[in-house]
């Protein structure tokens, strides 16, 4: 693949990997001992409320949810991110893990961190 492509790439998996950091770092905690491992933080519950709120804490308790879904959509892209950064140190960047033919550079383009071809997706 063109040297440049890559430098391009590799760019674009580096912003896109300090930008999702940035993005868990809003409500999660970064497992230290494993890279791309976050940990969604509870939300403060009946925080300056007297008393419990029972209304407001099923709220947290859905909001919870839905930002355990959001950590781990992010963190898997995370983790495609280091793994992609990975293999263009290491050899192997650009090729489906599936079919091991050249993954379209288009799609490279659009999403750098893509481990298959269209038709292994
Ligand atoms: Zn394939």
Redesign the pocket.
């Known amino acids: 693949m063109d040297k440049k492509l890559i430098e391009e790439l590799k760019e674009n998996l580096k912003k896109e990997e300090s930008l999702i950091e940035k993005m868990l770092g809003g409500f999660a905690k970064k497992d230290e001992k494993t890279p791309g491992d976050w940990d969604t933080r509870f939300p403060s519950m009946g925080e300056g409320t007297s008393g419990v709120d029972l209304e407001k804490e099923a709220d947290e308790v859905e909001q919870y949810g839905t930002m355990i879904s959001i950590e781990h959509s992010l963190e898997t892209r995370l983790k495609n991110i280091i793994l992609a950064l990975k293999k263009i140190e290491e050899g192997g960047y650009g090729i489906?893990e599936?079919?091991k033919?050249p993954i379209n550079i288009n799609r490279l383009k659009v999403s750098p961190e893509s481990k298959?071809?269209l038709?292994?997706k």
């Open positions: 489906c599936k079919c033919k298959f071809c038709k292994c």
